[in-house]
């Protein structure tokens, strides 16, 4: 039981590149999350689903998109990379009544 | 607007002592809070958590307190040992699942070292 993978683990990104940070998860979870966390502070929620099919903002949404095709997997983008993305990114995933479960996260550095 | 707050960035105690850790919160919807525990280059792992209806839980070495008048709550660990060196965040949840899937918000963290 994997629980919940997050790919890549590490990467650099130049300034106005794209990406997608990848999450899924195999506990048949229908809510996942995406937060982030900069240095000494908490994890603030960017995007957040309660099942397939919807999204919603969370706190700091500015500079990234969703999707949520599958049950399984909730895809993070950032269309155009600038320095204030630089953080650790973590995915997580529960069902109700149920703490949420983490990935390890994505390191992202853009330089 | 910093609704949940861990006002002690890092904490040192001696094995086998008692480890308190504090969180405070301003959102009186609140009703649910969580303890997470996260080592360097892992994600958060859960701890233990309580219900607004309850003013204690415990789990073992961890025993969570709630003070709802005073919008705060902490975390006990007794006997502190070595392993439970690590950054500790508190949370918190309106319980709103079916719209807003009971999300989080997250205190800053507080660094636990635990000396042998």
């Known amino acids: 039981n994997a629980g919940v993978t997050q790919t890549p683990k590490f990467r650099i990104l130049k300034i106005g590149q794209s990406m997608t940070l990848q999450c899924t998860q195999d506990m048949n979870h229908n809510y996942m999350y995406w937060y982030r966390q900069d240095p000494g502070m908490g994890l603030k929620l960017i995007y957040y689903s309660v099942g397939a099919g919807i999204t919603d903002k969370g706190e700091v949404p500015n500079g990234y998109n969703v999707s949520r095709s599958t049950t399984e997997d909730f895809p993070l983008r950032l269309e155009l990379a600038a320095p204030s993305q630089t953080s650790v990114y973590f995915c997580?995933?529960?069902?109700?009544?149920?703490?949420?479960?983490f990935g390890d996260g994505t390191r992202l550095s853009i330089l | 607007d910093q609704q949940v707050k861990q006002n002690s960035p890092s904490l040192s105690v001696q094995e086998g002592r008692i480890s308190i850790l504090n969180c405070d919160y301003t959102n009186s919807m609140f009703d649910y809070f969580l303890w997470y525990k996260k080592y360097p280059a892992e994600g958060p792992t859960f701890l233990i958590s309580?219900?607004?209806?309850?003013d204690k839980n415990e789990d073992g070495r961890f025993t969570v307190f709630l003070n709802k008048s005073a919008k705060h709550l902490s975390l006990h660990i007794v006997p502190s040992q070595p392993g439970d060196s690590a950054v500790y965040f508190c949370?918190?949840?309106?319980?709103?699942?079916?719209?807003?899937?009971?999300?989080?918000?997250f205190g800053e963290g507080t660094q636990l070292t635990v000396n042998p």
């Open positions: 309580i219900s607004s209806i309850k």
């Open positions: 949370a918190a949840s309106d319980g709103s699942w079916e719209t807003s899937g009971s999300r989080l918000t």
């Open positions: 997580a995933s529960t069902v109700s009544n149920q703490p949420q479960h």
